[in-house]
DNA sequence: CGTTAGCACTCATTAGTGTCGAGTGCTAAC
DNA sequence: GTTAGCACTCGACACTAATGAGTGCTAACG
């Protein structure tokens, strides 16, 4: 049996009612709909069909349909056309994105809960390795006797900043020059061969050795940073409690152990980097308790190579449509900002 | 009628049982306690005076009994003796709030996980109005063409940091030469008068008069930020949810809605400023919604005279033990950290 | 032959009922 | 003043019946 187009028809019109509802969907709600026009019996007929063709569920005997994981991976594929945002809604996401100073983390951490705004559902952004950015300045800022900030800007701009400890009797002036050095080796270079660079610099040695060395490993820490729990940032952590699925406490805990474990996270968002738009329906991600959830993810980019992955976890009804425009745009935009210092 | 030893003993008793099982207590459980030791009859005739006093409520009859307000009230200013935390633990807090940089802020988010981590509660933390806070030092930082980072360093360490723009053609020695200016200038003033020397820098002109001004509209627009919104930061936003009192999904709903007004959270926490921790049971925080919540708070200090304050939210039968004892040593080690370079 | 009305059937939900047991209050004895 | 005993209360839980939304099937209709 082949899907005609009355079948799409409805199928996308309990599809959207589910969506909304979260309650089965029965053949007359169907028949009432505009845009298709039969009696309630007829919409039985189709929805028996759909059902043995396994794109419908029903939850018992007697109760309205539910789209199954098929019906929505058929939606998402072929029924739904992105919708673009308004340009109003444009610009609220933009102003929200700059108002905060352009760091990554904090763009990133920002983006985490505009995104959770705009969709309405519990969002997650994992912060792309640095790694191939290149440094274009290195700058100690004097912070107090032995203390002081460092700054590392690369080509997307700030990357990192950190506390770290400095000889001595270095005064600002002589932070300065110091500063100069470093920028000037290590101008131009991947972060991730700064390592490389490493035993170069300390051959070039005086007083500053020490710093030198310090300044070095606090960078090293930095790279590794990419890889540890910092980087995935969640937003809008508590959002899914305002859906009925998770009004059972247990399925809400549930939900919120994944949220905790930032380890797993980064594995169910994390993408393949390209920025189209993926979406894993129920099973397809591959974590037991999420069976339930689907989870859509984007890409953005930062500086040349690097990417990081903005997602959204919600249930398997999800409004795939706003979350799809919502991403979509967002991934752009993130990336515009953060590699904006071409 | 007079509170003696025994009923003392037996409402401690009570309120401790309370607090662990959250389950109305009886009184062959507070008989079989070691400490007293009398049958469950003589309990139940102390637990019946102890209701006509107003200490104890009975959610039924024939139910155990539950303290009530008036009982947390008399357990947090009398029955209640601190305990000091292990100094294991207080290496465990203190290492990781030094773990990160130590930008105000981020000490700051990072204390409100510690907080939440140590008590199991959802924490609060106010951050402190910076205004009193002296400028040591200001600092630009190229970040790209008519792009760079400002950072403000004062007594208190780094206070804020900003991306401004700046005007075209200034190399990174520019930008130094006119952060040796601007520290000159704002050295030793606090950050709330800086709109005052603002007339003075200005006629100070040449080419670097547009950075002044724009500078000085940045700093104007951080001292601000002291009453926005992100000033406030919650740890745990979803701690609650392992407490049976939420487990109806309306209250959940409700207690997380205050979480979300960080306006109205920043006048439920804001304490009176002394080192004191303080205490409001059920109805003494005046928030309907937060009717059967206690909020405990502590304050500390960031460099002369500013204050914040950190605090906890749970249930009226929060274990207030811990909770004091974590707050009291949290808001001396904030204010350790964030007073350190004086 | 597709569409529709009618009707019997299913089953989750809800309200109502009965039982169980933890816990109290009272009374009388120690 | 303390304790044991006993009747009483009331939530929790299990079971039952009534309700109604929704289906599947069949027969009639255009």
């Known amino acids: 049996m ?6 799409y028809l409805i199928l996308q019109a309990i599809i959207d009612d589910y969506i909304n509802t979260a309650v089965p969907v029965g053949s007359r709600t169907i028949s009432r709909k505009a845009g298709v026009s039969c009696s309630p019996a ?3 007929n189709e929805m028996s069909d759909l059902e043995e063709l396994g794109y419908l569920d029903q939850p018992h005997t007697s109760a309205g349909r539910v789209p199954s994981n098929k019906a929505y991976r058929l939606y998402v594929d072929h029924l739904l056309k ?3 945002l308004s340009s109003d809604e444009r610009e609220r996401i933009q102003d929200h994105l700059l108002s905060r100073s352009k760091q990554v983390e904090s763009v990133i951490r920002s983006a985490a809960e505009v995104l959770s705004d705009a969709t309405k559902y519990t969002s997650v952004i994992v912060a792309p390795k640095l790694g191939t950015l290149r ?4 700058q100690l800022v004097p912070v107090a006797d032995r203390t002081a900030l460092m700054v590392i800007v690369t080509n ?11 000889p001595d009797g270095l005064d600002a002036d002589d932070l300065y020059s110091i500063s100069r050095v470093l920028t000037q080796r290590l101008a131009d270079k991947p972060l991730e061969a700064v390592r490389q660079t490493f035993s170069d610099l300390l051959r070039n040695a005086d007083q500053s050795r020490k710093l030198l060395g310090e300044t070095l490993a606090v960078i090293e820490r930095k790279l590794e940073a990419g890889g ?6 969640v937003g809008g952590s508590s959002r899914f409690l305002e859906y009925p699925e998770y009004s059972d406490v247990n399925k809400a805990r549930n939900f919120l152990s994944v949220l905790e474990s930032r380890d797993r996270l980064r594995k169910l968002v994390s993408g393949n980097g390209d920025m189209e738009v993926t979406i894993r329906i129920g099973p397809e991600n591959h974590a037991p308790e999420l069976s339930d959830c689907s989870i859509v993810t984007a890409s953005y980019r930062v500086g040349d190579r690097s990417t990081g992955t903005l997602g959204i976890i919600g249930p398997t009804r999800m409004n795939y449509n706003r979350v799809i425009s919502v991403l979509d745009f967002m991934g ?4 515009d900002i953060l590699s904006e210092y071409k």
């Open 82 to 84: 992105a919708t673009k």
């Open 228 to 233: 540890d729990a910092s980087d995935v940032i």
């Open 135 to 138: 440094i274009r300045h290195v």
């Open 156 to 166: 997307a701009g700030i990357v990192k900043d950190a506390v770290i400890r400095v």
């Open 42 to 44: 007829t919409i039985r």
């Open 332 to 335: 752009r935009a993130l990336s």
């Open 2 to 7: 082949q899907l005609d187009e009355r079948k």
